[in-house]
């Protein structure tokens, strides 16, 4: 059977190409925007990437063409797909008929953490032996890909709120029916597709509504806009997750930037996490693993082993290089929240060294201008914040030194680089942020400070 995939360079459509291939399929896909690395993890499990969307793609007339979720009305390999009749399916509803039936799903939903969480949880489970199948929205180094079939009953998946497909504008979660489902945290986003806040609850309790009574949610205590999904009703036994508070499963911060914390369940301590990762938020994300693990069996004294030997997610915090006295990070931002708990864990490890935040507002959100505010009070926690401005963008990002005295407004990469050769000779720490390719300034950096 021949699967075509549209979109395959997203990270989740990447992610289904590598299990159809598992599955024995053969699979092919286009994309608008081909680069490492799916583009590379794609090239190594030999499916064949075509570059643009042209009718042409789908001459090899594919058995079925999955169509991911950036892609409309009017895109020509769309068009051409629905002229020619094939037969086509969004990507979330194929991987709930081919791989999530009759699997013990551990679904992971959230504004923030879902990739570095999920990753987290399936290596747990890979460390005590279960071989989980996963699919997560980034390459977690522990694997090397972002995504497997497994052989075991249990699936991770990273549950998205983005909707399915221009044909289906459900959240693609609510395809997924996990057993076990973590909610992280909710705030506004994918301004694109929500008009509002209330419309990301309803489909967070849209999701609510799949875990049976006989699974478990698994929530910090302290997000308010997670209780009024839960307060629209819930089935399922419900637990807590706290940082120096009162939750059943609490850390005790050993080290305030959360690189070593006691756990506690029901006020007893499990073991200690001692880990290369930082900020309260991976410790958020750390306990609600530990959570999931604990409900298929796993201990916490076992979950919290394989903490200490998980390697974070390529592009979260991932340092790409250390020149002279400068260290570089390439990190996926895509949310003022992201950003600033990001530099708050940086700060809390590297006390008064120098923060350099160089940001491209590339997720729809972002670049509709709806956290003009919120973006640039993010960035409080940088020395100083250098804001590229791309062509097309829509608003004028000015607005932003309204409310912050560290930002400038950069009109191209050129500028950026010439502006970060100048900032290197105080030394510091340069964190890239952008959830896009940011015109592979990642390299051109690297090669003029060395």
Same mark, same amino acid.
């Given at each position: 059977?021949?699967?075509?995939?549209?979109?395959?360079? =997203? %990270?989740?459509?990447?992610?289904?190409?590598?299990?159809?291939?598992?599955?024995?399929?053969?699979? +092919?896909?286009?994309?608008?925007?081909?680069?490492?690395?799916?583009?590379?993890?794609?090239?190594?499990?030999?499916?064949?990437?075509?570059?643009?969307?042209?009718?042409?793609?789908?001459?090899?007339?594919?058995?079925?063409?999955?169509?991911?979720?950036?892609?409309?009305?009017?895109?020509?390999?769309?068009?051409?797909?629905?002229?020619?009749?094939?037969?086509?399916?969004?990507?979330?509803?194929?991987?709930?008929?081919?791989?999530?039936?009759?699997?013990?799903?551990?679904?992971?939903?959230?504004?923030?953490?879902?990739? %570095?969480?999920?990753?987290?949880?399936?290596?747990?489970?890979?460390?005590?032996?279960?071989?989980?199948?996963?699919?997560?929205?980034?390459?977690?180094?522990?694997?090397?890909?972002?995504?497997?079939?497994?052989?075991?009953?249990?699936?991770?998946?990273?549950?998205?709120?983005?909707?399915?497909?221009?044909?289906?504008?459900?959240?693609?979660?609510?395809?997924?029916?996990?057993?076990?489902?973590?909610?992280?945290?909710?705030?506004?986003?994918?301004?694109?597709?929500?008009?509002?806040?209330?419309?990301?609850?309803? !489909?967070?309790?849209?999701?609510?509504?799949?875990?049976?009574?006989?699974?478990?949610?698994?929530?910090?205590?302290?997000?308010?806009?997670?209780?009024?999904?839960?307060?629209?009703?819930?089935?399922?036994?419900?637990?807590?997750?706290?940082?120096?508070?009162? $939750?059943?499963?609490?850390?005790?911060?050993?080290?305030?930037?959360?690189?070593?914390?006691?756990?506690?369940?029901?006020?007893?301590?499990?073991?200690?996490?001692?880990?290369?990762?930082?900020?309260?938020?991976?410790?958020?994300?750390?306990?609600?693993?530990?959570? $999931?693990?604990?409900?298929?069996?796993?201990?916490? $004294?076992?979950?919290?082993?394989?903490?200490?030997?998980?390697?974070?997610?390529?592009?979260?915090?991932?340092?790409?290089?250390?020149?002279?006295?400068?260290?570089?990070?390439?990190?996926?931002?895509?949310?003022?929240?992201?950003?600033?708990?990001?530099?708050? =864990?940086?700060?809390? !490890?590297? =006390?008064?060294?120098?923060?350099?935040?160089?940001?491209?507002?590339?997720?729809?959100?972002?670049?509709?201008?709806?956290?003009?505010?919120?973006?640039? !009070?993010?960035?409080?926690?940088?020395?100083?914040?250098?804001?590229?401005?791309?062509?097309?963008? =829509?608003?004028?990002? +000015?607005?932003?030194?309204?409310?912050?005295?560290?930002?400038?407004?950069?009109?191209?990469?050129?500028?950026?680089?010439?502006?970060?050769?100048?900032?290197?000779?105080?030394?510091?720490?340069?964190?890239?942020?952008?959830?896009? +390719?940011?015109?592979?300034?990642?390299?051109?950096? !690297?090669?003029?400070?060395?």
């Amino acid at each position: 059977m021949h699967i075509h995939i549209l979109g395959i360079c =997203g %990270t989740f459509m990447g992610g289904l190409a590598l299990i159809a291939r598992q599955l024995g399929y053969q699979v +092919s896909g286009s994309d608008q925007n081909v680069y490492p690395p799916m583009s590379t993890q794609l090239e190594q499990q030999g499916i064949k990437l075509m570059e643009g969307y042209r009718a042409e793609n789908l001459d090899g007339k594919p058995d079925l063409v999955i169509i991911g979720n950036a892609l409309s009305r009017g895109n020509p390999e769309v068009e051409a797909v629905l002229n020619r009749g094939l037969k086509y399916v969004s990507g979330p509803q194929w991987l709930s008929e081919h791989v999530l039936q009759d699997r013990w799903v551990l679904g992971v939903a959230g504004t923030h953490g879902k990739t %570095t969480t999920t990753s987290m949880l399936s290596w747990i489970l890979e460390h005590q032996g279960f071989q989980p199948g996963f699919l997560i929205g980034g390459i977690p180094l522990n694997f090397g890909v972002s995504a497997r079939l497994g052989d075991s009953s249990f699936f991770v998946i990273e549950a998205d709120e983005y909707d399915s497909a221009f044909f289906d504008k459900r959240s693609k979660f609510v395809h997924y029916r996990p057993r076990t489902a973590i909610l992280n945290n909710l705030e506004y986003d994918h301004a694109d597709i929500f008009p509002d806040l209330d419309a990301i609850k309803r !489909q967070f309790h849209h999701l609510v509504r799949t875990v049976p009574g006989e699974g478990l949610i698994i929530s910090p205590e302290s997000e308010a806009n997670i209780d009024d999904v839960l307060a629209m009703g819930c089935w399922t036994p419900v637990t807590r997750t706290s940082i120096d508070a009162g $939750a059943p499963w609490n850390a005790r911060l050993v080290k305030a930037d959360g690189s070593r914390f006691k756990v506690l369940l029901d006020g007893k301590a499990q073991g200690t996490v001692d880990w290369t990762l930082t900020g309260r938020h991976n410790v958020y994300n750390a306990l609600s693993a530990i959570a $999931a693990a604990w409900h298929v069996g796993i201990l916490p $004294a076992d979950a919290i082993a394989a903490l200490a030997k998980f390697q974070n997610v390529k592009r979260r915090m991932e340092v790409i290089a250390r020149i002279n006295d400068v260290t570089i990070y390439d990190d996926f931002a895509h949310h003022p929240t992201a950003i600033a708990t990001t530099l708050d =864990g940086l700060r809390k !490890q590297v =006390g008064d060294e120098r923060i350099v935040a160089i940001v491209e507002p590339r997720s729809n959100t972002m670049r509709m201008g709806v956290h003009t505010q919120t973006l640039a !009070q993010s960035l409080n926690g940088a020395d100083q914040a250098l804001i590229y401005q791309p062509p097309g963008l =829509g608003w004028d990002l +000015s607005a932003l030194k309204n409310y912050a005295g560290n930002i400038e407004i950069c009109q191209s990469l050129d500028e950026i680089i010439a502006k970060l050769k100048l900032e290197a000779r105080h030394g510091g720490h340069f964190v890239l942020m952008s959830n896009g +390719s940011f015109g592979g300034i990642y390299q051109r950096l !690297q090669h003029e400070l060395s």
